[in-house]
Every structure is written in C-alpha cells, then in structure tokens.
C-alpha cells in the first residue's frame, strides 16, 4: 500500500492533522492505523460488571478512536501555559492562535459554549492568596469541560466525517514497527485481523499517545530517532467530598496547583480535577492497572478526585524512566492482587494499612467499587510519598478539609510521556519523513495541546 500520509494512532493529535488536511482543501490520500476499535464499539463492560474484566486484546479506555480522550472527562485548556512544553519548541504566541482554533473546531462539532474559571477574579485572588501561604503557586487555566458523553458524541462525529472524505482509518490494526532506511522514514509495518501489509509513505507520523510511549521507545532506540529520557511522573488520585472542594470547584473548575515541597523539592502538581466525578481504571497491554478520572456533563457523584504527580527527572547512566514507573505500578499492582489500591490518608500518617470496614465507615465513599484497600506506601518510592504526603499538607491551607484522615488516596497514577523526541521547530526529526506527535512525543499533556500539533504538523505538510 502507499500513501501520502500514515498517521500511526488516532488520538487527538493524529484525528486532528487529517482534519486540518481536509479542512484546507488538501488532496493528499491518508491513511491512519487504529490498533483499537471505531468509537462506536468501544464499550466498557464494567458499567454492568462492576469490576475490571480485563479486557483483551485491548482496554477500551485508552486504546481507539480518539485514544483515552473519548473515556475521560473531555478537559480543554486554554492556555499556552498548560499541557506540556510545545511552547519551548514553536512559541507561545502561535501555540496560543492555534488553541483558540483548535477550540473553534471543537465548538463546530458540539462543544459546551461555556468556560469554566472565568469572571471570579477576586475569589481567584482568594484562591491565589492562599496558595501564596502554602508555598504554592496557582496557574488558573480556562477550561472547556465537554464531559466523557460529549466527548464520544463530538469524536464520533469527527470521526464519521473523516471516513465520509476519504480518510482510510484501518481499525485494529497495530504498527509493528517502522520502515526506515538509510535515515529516511519509508512507512510502516502492520499487522491486524486483515493480515500483514507494509505501507509506503510521504509521511509518517507517529501519534501513539501515553499507551504507545514504550513501542515509540523501542522504536528510538532501534532506529537511532534521536531522543532523550524525561521527566516520569509517579503519584496518586485523591478523592474527597464535594463539599470540601465546593469552592475551588465554582470559581476555578480545576485548580492547578504546583509545589516544590521540602526535603527533595521535585515538582509536585494537581492535574485532572473531576467536580462531582468518578475514579476510573485502565489497563496497559502488559497488565498494568493504574487509575484515573473523569467526569460527565449530566451524571455526578457526591465526590471530587484529582491527582497529585510528582516529578522524577534521571541523569545518566540511567536512561529507562517509562520501565522505572512500570516497576512502582507492577508492585502496586501485586499488593492489590491486580486491582487499583486505596489508602485513607490518616492511615498513611498512622503507618497503618486501610481495612475495607475502615471504608464502609468513612464520609468518603469510593467511586471506584473494586479498589482494594491496603497500603500504597509499601510499594510507593520514599522520595514521591514523602512528597506527596508534604503537598497535600501544604494544599489543606488552599482547600481546608483536602488533608482530612478520611481523604482516600488510590494508586498507582502513572504518566507515560517521558521519552522526549527531540524534534525542530517543523516538527521533524532526526530521520527524514518522520514525524512524531502528541504525548507519546514527550512535548504535550492533554487534549488541546495534542490537537493543537495536529492542526501544526498539518499545516507543515501543507506549506511543502
């Protein structure tokens, strides 16, 4: 097979390069490979189960179209300042046009016209004053919260309209690997229940998101894509009342905090907040469970979660940081006999375990029905828990209540976007015709980010 453009995953990123194509009038064939299922077929049986089931050969949470995006809360943010580091590498000014473009686009599909932490500046400077106190610095970001029901509603549009242009999507088909010769990218291998094909390319572009981080490692390193480890994130997902969030909640939807608690001052943040949301659980091809949120437009629970990352930057001679936080969330994993694990935090400061009477007890209940109770702090590192144990502390005087005894911490919440490929301002590689995008690429977090590269690498290839 041969095409013009091979887009290799369809995540933000990747739906949003052929859109951009399309929506500039590009004639160009492309060709985009899903190892997942279309949005319509992707289900997740435990609504009904009430338990993870494992599914094989891939979770429907994280794995087709449109990627772990149609099964979370559907969080845009508005601002150059949130989502990752793409402003290092083209500028914030044209990262900020492209996000109001790309939102633009999203509002077409049927988006919910209202932003989220606008219009309460003197309670964001409440906000702020507090956070000042707690050695804490507040990035108050406007959102758009389409919610994980919209979310599939505007991805499966986007998706019907790219099948209906011409755009050939080979559902679950998986690159192998790719085809490169002599520095110069040729295509790729797939494998998938139509059989095995090569497919020639122009361009290969590689939008495998946080799930396909480690192939793309793999990848690097065969092929000499030149790369370097990152930053790994290691953390937990709190959950409390909504009660206690009420506030931050109204005036801010999502309050992002960051912090470099004592003694080790690894960056420490809040990222994915969820009002009225529900823990969730994914699944990585090797077994790996580790948790998440999100959050429904209609749908709400009495609960808020969010999760608390912090930071590991390694140096040399270690160069493994997506293996290294695989071992923390194998471990975890094994204390849970394969289920998410969930602590109270005033059992954490006790030094004691969490029993599931302990639970049934708590103002908190959990919105994650099979989490096992026991003790995260037994296969958490020393260094994240001592600093997560020291941010929630400081974020008790932003949000008093956030450090109760009854707050519930589950884990593990593990970010895979640490293999930073090292890319120039066209958003090339070092090996011709490759290009690699979203937050398997290392420079984004989130859905606009991701989207807005897609809408960039598009207009690249259209100025050729």
Known sequence: MKTDVLIIGTGPAGIFTALELLKKGSQK?????????PIERRHCPKEKTRRCVDCRPHCNITTGFSGAGAFSDGKLSLSYEVGGDLPNLVGAELVQETIHYADSIYLEFGADEKIEGINNSAEVKEIRKNAIKAGLKLVDCPIRHLGTERAQAIYLAIQNLLLSRGVEIYFEHACNELIIQDGKCLGARIEGRSGSFECLAGH?????GRRGSEWLEHQCAQYDIAHQPGTVDIGVRVEVRNEVMEFVNRVLYE?????????FKNKVRTFCQNPGGFVSQENYDNHLAVVNGHSYKERKSNNTNLAILCSHNFSVPFNQPIAYAQKVGELTNMLGDGHILVQRFGDILDGKRTWQKELSQSNVVPTLPDAVAGDITAAMPYRAMTNIINFIQAADIVVPGFAAPETLLYSPELKFYSNKIKLDDDLDTNVSGLHCLGDSSGWTRGLMMASVMGVLMARKILAE
């Open 29 to 37: 064939k492309i060709v985009m490979v899903e190892k997942g299922l």
């Open 204 to 208: 290969t572009i590689v939008a495998t």
């Open 255 to 263: 309050s992002k905090l960051i912090g470099y608690p004592q003694p």
